[in-house]
Structures are given as C-alpha cells and as structure tokens.
C-alpha cells in the first residue's frame, strides 16, 4: 500500500474531529483499534524482552504493564486533552485513587471540594485512616476562603466542575492559580463536563481525571476511568496501576474508542436537551429550584459559560416544592426515565443524591455541601425532547399532591 498523504499537511484541529479520527487522520490500516486478546507476549531474546519491559505503560508485554490496546486508546484520549500523556483504569474511582496514592505521602494535606463526588470523600477519608494524609474540605460555592485552607504540606488541591449534584460551578484557571501559588498541583475530574466540555489542562490543571464509565462510555455497559496529564506525573502514575493492578480489560478499551467516535454527538444532544428541560423545569409548579449552570440565574453560569464548549453538561438537579418524599413519589412515577445511578449514558437517568452518590456522607454532610434531602439527579440523555419533559411533567406533578397527602387528586396535566 502506498501512502498518498502529504507529509506536510496540518492535521485538522477540531475536537469534533479529533474525537471520530484520532491523532492519525486518513490513517491507513484498520479503522478500529484490533483488540489484542492476549495478557502477555513473547520474545525472540532476553534483549528484546528487556527493551520491550522498559518502555512501560507504552509497551506490548503484560496486560498490568503495558499492552497495546490500551497504549493504543490511551494515545487517543491524551491527544483529545492535549496532553502528554494518559493511563486507562479499572474504573474511575481506581483513577483517582492511583492520582492520591502518587501525589500524596503520610504526613502531605491535600484540600478538596465539599461538593465532590461521594466516591472521593471515601477514598480521601480512607487514606487519611490509612495512609496519614490530611484533607481540608472547602465549599465550591465561597472560593475566596480556597487560600485559607492551604498549610505548609498542601501538596494537592482537587476539585470538580461542575459538582456533582448541586452543578456548582469551579473557576479552574483562578484554582490552579491559588494552588501553584501555595506549591500544590490540581487535579480535576472533568467527567460531568466530559473531553468535549472542558480543557482543564488548557486552563492550568496540572493533572484531569474522568470516570469514563460516564460521558466517554455513554452507554452504561462498561467500567473504566482515565487520568491524563504531563509524563513527568504520569510516569510515577503508572507505576502505581503497575503496583495496584487496577488495569481494564482490552476489550473495555476499545469500547472506549468506539464510544469515542460519537461523543461529540451524543453529548452535544444531551447537553441541548438537559438545556431546553432546565428551562422548562424552572417554570414547573412542582419545582422549588433547579440546579444547572446553563440558567442565566445561576450562580456560576458566567464563568461556565466561559469555560465550558458545547454547552453546560447532561445533569441538572431539582428540588421539588414537596421535599424529599415529593422527590421520592417522582421517582417512582417516571415511565421512561430510568431511576437508577451513574450519568452521562444515551439514556436518561434519576437518582436520590441522599440515597446513592451522597449516601455516605450522611444527612450533616449534605446539608453543608448545600444538598438538599429531597434532591432528585437528572442526567439527560438523547431521547427526544418532548417525551423526556412528558415523562417528567407527569412525574412531578403527580408526585405533588403525594406529598401533601392529597393521594386522591389527579394530576393537571398540564
Ligand atoms: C462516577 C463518578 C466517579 C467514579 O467513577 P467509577 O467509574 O464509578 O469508579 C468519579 N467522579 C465522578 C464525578 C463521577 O461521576
């Protein structure tokens, strides 16, 4: 076969074509990554085994070191962050526990949001048990007491924008700015805004985490997580998957390659619809509040509006007028949407924050991250539109009068 591309030609810069293409555009060969199904590979000499042993993560030599389906998809989300380099995990609390487990040692503080991810509490809480690290949490909703929470072995600052489930709205460039001023690195998990969404490297981050379970997946068919960032803090990361062992399967890889190929379509229809319902939920009778940085009330919509492309994210929050058991009744009285956890998939998604993701920090953790009880979670997929906002039309305003005790009453329908 003969190449008849230029050389010289510029690649296309695009990210809704760099996510359908890769860094390779027109390549020749395979249009899919071929999955390798094999744990471990041979070699012809003791010199050619060492060789292959030494380029690590990049490697075709064991599964847990390096294999080249996961190097190969690895390749493609690094060149989508623009950045050096990027690990696949096991899944995305697997991510971020190998992004604490290398930047923190016994004895280093690390301050994180109050709003983060219930997953992170845990597993920052369990290293501060088990590890001897120390964490500040601080409220993503006052970054001007940020500085205060810094000590002299703050090694670390992490956060997330926007939070999960309340949508605050973090201003990364002023962030990584607090955190270089005090010797500290940020990380961002960037999953609620997806690759498409967000550049927090392009901002100042010094390292980006996704649950590719989410948006990059977008299916619900698969675990996995990503970290990306420069090579002189992604090689000591990869040691540490090395030592953990917290490597997904190839076949999981190269879901997260096809997936990739639609994202920019999926999450731009997500993003539009989650959009037109914020607009039309806020108007809703059944509603108290609704939480989405894409409302021009918000709190944060300018520095999102900012800092994210394509819109503002697939989830948005409400609080109902009816409280947490109106909250509950909706739930059970959507028909279409499903009631279960996780975000960012095709399909629409509801869950009780105090039920699922913000279960283990208790009714007390909630109230100071601004939660309230009776919080429902959306995460709009790509359905259409108008069956979305029937289903929850329907929803919430048969979940009302349930509240109120008024059980008899039927719905207006309107
Ligand atoms: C789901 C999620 C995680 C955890 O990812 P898993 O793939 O479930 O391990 C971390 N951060 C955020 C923001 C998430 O939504």
Redesign the pocket.
């Known amino acids: 076969m003969t190449d008849s591309r230029d050389p010289k030609a510029k690649p296309p810069d695009r990210v809704r074509t760099r996510v359908v293409h890769g860094q390779h555009p027109g390549h020749v060969g395979p249009a899919s990554t071929p999955i390798v199904h094999s744990a471990t590979f041979g070699f012809p000499s003791l010199e050619a085994l060492n060789a292959e042993q030494f380029k690590g993560a990049a490697s075709a030599y064991y599964q847990r070191v390096g294999h080249p389906t996961l190097s190969a998809v690895e390749a493609r989300l690094a060149d989508l962050e623009r950045a050096e380099t990027g690990l696949l995990f096991s ?4 991510a ?1 526990a190998a992004v604490f487990i290398t930047s923190l040692q016994s004895g280093d503080h690390v301050v994180a949001l109050r709003q983060c ?1 219930g ?2 509490h845990d597993l920052l809480q369990w290293g501060a048990e088990r590890f001897g690290w120390s964490v500040e949490l601080v409220d993503a909703r006052r970054p001007e007491e940020f500085a205060a929470a810094f000590r002299p072995r703050t090694r670390l600052v992490h956060v ?1 924008t926007p939070t ?1 489930p309340t949508l605050c709205v973090v201003d990364l460039g002023r962030a990584a700015e607090i955190a270089h001023r005090h010797g500290a690195r940020l990380s961002v ?1 960037n ?2 805004a997806s690759p498409l969404g967000q550049h927090p490297l392009a901002l100042g981050a010094d390292l980006v985490i996704y ?1 590719a ?2 948006s990059i997946g977008g299916h619900s068919d698969l ?3 990503v970290v990306l960032g420069p090579r002189s803090l992604m090689d000591p990361m990869a040691r540490t998957r090395r030592v953990f062992g917290a490597v997904p399967d190839p076949a999981v890889a190269w879901q997260i390659e096809r997936s990739l190929k639609t994202l920019a379509l999926r999450v731009q229809a997500s993003n539009a619809n989650a959009q037109e319902l914020a607009r039309r939920l806020s108007r809703h009778a059944a509603v108290r509040q609704v939480f989405y940085p894409g409302l021009e009330g918000h709190p944060g919509h300018d520095i999102a509006e900012r800092q994210m492309e394509f819109g503002f994210g697939p989830v948005l929050s409400l609080d109902l007028q009816g409280g947490a058991l109106a909250a509950e009744g909706a739930v059970a009285a959507f028909q279409l949407i499903v009631h279960g956890p ?2 960012g998939s095709v399909e629409s998604l509801a869950s009780l924050p105090a039920h699922t993701s913000h279960i283990q920090i208790g009714p007390e953790g909630r109230a100071r991250a601004g939660i309230p009880e009776g919080l429902i979670r959306l995460s709009i997929g790509i359905e259409d539109v108008e069956d979305l906002w029937n289903d929850l039309d329907q929803a919430l305003t048969r979940a009302v009068p349930l509240a109120a005790g008024q059980v008899g009453r039927s719905p207006s329908g309107d």
């Open positions: 899944s995305g609390v697997a971020l991810y997953g992170t997330e999960n998990d999953t609620f649950s379970t989410k675990l996995a997580g996780s975000l």
